[in-house]
């Protein structure tokens, strides 16, 4: 909306001089003086439109009015946050002779607030399915709020050899 009341303000303001300059020819004398007029009245009304919204104190202040409201952070429980805290593109390899396993994540954080110092728990199954080794680490970093963070080929510790499928979870973490 105030983009469009801007839009309007300056074509008004452009209007005035182009209908002045169509005055100086006696052929377009009338339409000058109409341009002129009906740019001056616009711009007046403009103005007025502006004037009677009121301008806000502060950016923050129109930003503030705009966003919906969100919870307030004391008010999610630490369930509702671990929830709101996802690893999405997993990929996961066995590295030292098969011995070790790395993972590259990225770790959203769809929580009001910032996190930090994320534990990572990764399950790993065997090929008929059953959770034969679980790997735990901390990310000692800090995910701000409605962000994600990459996290490119961390250490889990080691693997049983056994191990084809890997799913990982957070587990834990501290608020920043």
């Known amino acids: 909306m105030q ?3 801007g839009l309007f ?5 452009i209007g005035v001089p182009v209908g002045l300059l169509m005055c100086l020819s006696a052929a377009k004398r009338d339409l000058g003086k109409t341009i002129a007029l009906g ?25 503030a009015s705009t966003i919906d409201v969100e919870p307030k952070p004391a008010s999610l429980s630490r369930s509702d946050m671990l929830a709101n805290f996802r690893i999405r593109g997993l990929t996961w390899e066995k590295d030292g002779f098969g011995t070790v396993m790395t993972a590259s994540f990225f770790l959203h954080n769809d929580n009001p607030m910032a996190m930090k110092d994320v534990e990572v728990t990764c399950s790993s199954s065997g090929p008929s399915g059953s959770i034969i080794d679980t790997n735990s680490r901390t990310v000692f970093e800090v995910v701000r ?10 250490n889990m510790g080691f693997i049983r ?4 499928q890997t799913k990982c979870r957070v587990t834990g973490f501290s608020r920043a």
Do not use: N, W, Y
Request: no cysteine.
């Open 3 to 5: 983009a469009l009341l």
């Open 9 to 13: 303000i300056l074509t008004s303001m």
């Open 39 to 63: 740019s001056v009245a616009s711009f007046v009304l403009m103005v007025g439109i502006v004037i009677a919204r009121g301008v806000p104190a502060s950016p923050t202040q129109a930003a």
């Open 145 to 154: 709020q409605r962000s994600f963070l990459q996290i490119d080929k961390i």
């Open 161 to 164: 050899s056994e191990a084809v």
